[in-house]
Nanobody, 123 residues
């Protein structure tokens, strides 16, 4: 599956952004989906993931209660709504597809990655 992320940009601390990741292919609903981020000179880290049906979601602790992941299988799109943004959320955000819906919080569970979209939060 090919993934194309969009929606990044700049925001003030406390503001909101919504990322979208559109997928090509007819098997979108057979993938778990995740968002990861990578800040300069840091390793890529897990942000959020959602199961094939959308019935289960997972978040890293630092974004829980502020970010929401959702998917629309009819539109082949996964979203990341980011509220109450903080400067430490600044990073390049990547969407990714997990065909076996395993290791959902780890990069090695994902086989296809989007190109990344920059999110910058200023204080």
């Amino acid at each position: 599956v090919q993934l194309q992320a969009s929606g990044g940009g700049s925001a003030q601390a406390g503001g909101s952004l919504r990322l979208a990741c559109a997928a090509s292919g007819r098997t979108f609903s057979s993938y778990g989906l995740g968002w990861f981020r990578q800040a300069p000179e840091k390793e890529r880290e897990f942000v959020a993931a959602i199961s094939r049906s959308g019935g289960s979601t997972f978040y890293t602790g630092s974004v829980k209660g502020r970010f929401t992941i959702a998917r629309d299988n009819a539109k082949n799109t996964v979203y990341l709504q980011m509220n109450s943004l903080k400067p430490e959320d600044t990073a390049v955000y990547y969407c990714a597809a997990n065909p076996r819906e395993s290791f959902m919080s780890r990069p090695e569970g994902y086989t296809d990655w989007g190109q990344g979209t920059q999110v910058t939060v200023s204080s």
